[in-house]
């Protein structure tokens, strides 16, 4: 909590004998940065969520959501060229008649989609 205090996100009150106090409005930031953090925000993120309005902090996890749903599909689609590399083989490297460059040939073979049931068998 120390951490917090010098990172200015929050002031913690200190009693006489310097124990920390906690009142609802700290143990309600506290809560509120563990959720955050859950969620995958680095400090300084937390930091400028807490700062702001509460519709601007559902813009920040509409982001952050956005964020979330590209990479999944970024992971999707390598797990799916790796089930077909695995049920086809290796793809052959274009020859120059083919009239396609390595990553014209890539993009062609994004274009491939695989039955998940097939996927489910290579699984296994």
Excluded: C
């Excluded at 601007?56 to 956005?66: A, G, I, P, S, V």
């Excluded at 749903?69 to 390598?78: F, G, I, S, T």
């Amino acid at each position: 909590m120390q951490y917090y205090d010098d990172e200015k996100i929050f002031t913690i009150r200190r009693s006489e004998k310097n124990h920390r106090l906690y009142d609802e409005e700290a143990l309600n930031k506290i809560w509120k940065i563990m959720v955050y953090k859950e969620i995958g925000f680095e400090l300084k993120e937390i930091k400028q969520i807490l700062s702001v309005s509460n519709d601007k902090q559902k813009e920040f996890l509409r982001l952050r959501m956005k964020k979330i749903r590209d990479v999944v599909r970024k992971l999707q689609y390598q797990e799916d060229f790796i089930s077909w590399i695995l049920l086809y083989g290796m793809p052959q490297k274009p020859v120059e008649n083919d009239n396609m460059t390595y990553l014209e040939s890539l993009k062609a073979l994004r274009k491939n989609k695989i039955d998940k049931y097939e996927i489910e068998y290579l699984i296994k």
